[in-house]
């Protein structure tokens, strides 16, 4: 029964992992949360600032353990301590240009890190896991929209991408070996936006890299221009088309994940989680302008070196199986990133927002 289960959730304090908590805190589970800090926020006492916004919104409470998955001791330690049913893996790097500069690092953290997990959970005998996976796998589309069956691993233009591939190919390898193994791994087109509240949302430690950080760092007046990488793709507008998705809708999709595993065996499934829906930059900057009543200036320059031209999911799957489906829009993506960002100027570094923290 899904509302006895107990979650354990890596990379729970970053953008994805603190918003999907949110929605498995709502939908009944526990969740026992680790991570290491590397790309998020830790409070002078060691917890995570975001993880007390959650417990704030849900008022409920999160177990958390700072801990890196490459001490597999200390995750022994934290699966020796709670009976653990199921586990949602986002812990990784994800920072593409970082990626190239330092593959060594990115095959390390992100594989080892993996291969920890997966161990530590066999000992323990817990079989069921999500996993953060990526629209990156699918390389250059030969066809849109994209599907699951699409080919993965061939032109994968980075390192953190191929992380991913590698990640998923393990897993698959380890479901056919062991059927106890029951495995989902989603892959992600681009979230964006935050939770409603405007407690939570993106605040990486690491340099923003994304679109909509960069865009609303304009609007705030923390960068004078945007940079737009490329205005001579085929698009009817020449920049860059992707598939953005309410971080909220991603985590409901987690959400009807862990469901669907609880219920049925899956052995190992892929599913996209997407809209369907294809937006262009400029497209992004202007309804992010239009809802919120900020002016954005941009310059448009060449293409960023590893970039797809277009890229947006069919996520018919994941409705047919895990009966889920994306609700938000583009304008409520806008909207609810812009009231994350007014409210905490500096993230969860800012000093005062509308929120009392204790630990500030
Ligand atoms: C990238 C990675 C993807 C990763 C994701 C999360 C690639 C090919 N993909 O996605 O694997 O999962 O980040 O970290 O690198 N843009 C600008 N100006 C900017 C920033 C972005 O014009 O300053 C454009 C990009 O060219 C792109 C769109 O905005 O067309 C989205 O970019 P971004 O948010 O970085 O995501 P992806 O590149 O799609």
Not at 6 to 20: D, L, P, Q
Not at 144 to 156: A, K
Not at 250 to 258: F, Q, W
Not at 304 to 320: K, T, W
Request: charge should be negative; glycine fraction near 8%; proline fraction near 4%.
């Amino acid at each position: 029964m899904s509302h006895l289960s107990t979650v354990f959730v890596t990379g729970g304090a970053g953008y994805i992992g603190s918003h999907c908590i949110v929605e498995l805190l709502s939908a009944g589970y526990e969740v026992v949360v680790v991570d290491n800090f590397v790309n998020s926020v830790n409070g002078p006492d060691g917890e995570s600032v975001a993880l007390k916004r959650v417990e704030a919104i849900t008022g409920k409470t999160v177990t958390f353990y700072e801990c890196d998955l490459l001490d597999k001791t200390a995750l022994e330690n934290i699966f020796a301590k709670h009976k653990i049913d199921c586990v949602i893996h986002f812990a990784a790097i994800k920072s593409v240009g970082e990626s190239m500069e330092y593959p060594l690092l990115y095959y390390k953290n992100n594989l080892i890190g993996m291969l920890n997990l997966l161990e530590i959970m066999e000992q323990f005998g817990c079989f069921q896991l999500v996993f953060s996976s990526s629209c990156t796998v699918y390389g250059e589309p030969n066809f849109l929209p994209i599907t699951e069956t699409h080919s993965v691993g061939h032109n994968i233009t980075n390192v953190y991408g191929k992380t991913k591939y590698f990640i998923e190919e393990m897993l698959e390898d380890i479901t056919h070996a062991n059927k106890k193994w029951n495995i989902i791994a989603l892959r992600y087109f681009n979230p964006l936006g935050a939770h409603p509240s405007g407690l939570i949302g993106e605040d990486p430690i690491k340099p923003f890299a994304n679109i909509m950080p960069l865009i609303s760092q304009v609007a705030i007046g923390h960068l004078p221009i945007l940079t737009i990488f490329g205005g001579d793709y085929s698009t009817p507008d020449g920049t860059g088309i992707r598939d953005y998705i309410h971080v909220m809708d991603l985590a409901s999709g987690h959400v009807a994940a862990l469901n669907m595993l609880q219920k049925s065996h899956q052995n190992y499934k892929v599913y996209n989680l997407g809209t369907g829906q294809g937006v262009s930059v400029l497209q992004l900057v202007k309804t992010f302008e239009r809802v919120t009543g900020t002016a954005i200036p941009y310059k448009i320059v060449e293409r960023r070196e590893g970039d797809i031209s277009v890229m947006y999911a069919n996520a018919e799957l994941a409705e047919r199986e895990l009966e889920w489906k994306s609700k938000h829009s583009l304008e409520e993506m806008c909207v609810d990133f812009w009231r994350w960002q007014t409210m905490n100027p500096d993230g969860y570094r800012t000093k005062s927002t509308k929120m009392t923290n204790g630990h500030r």
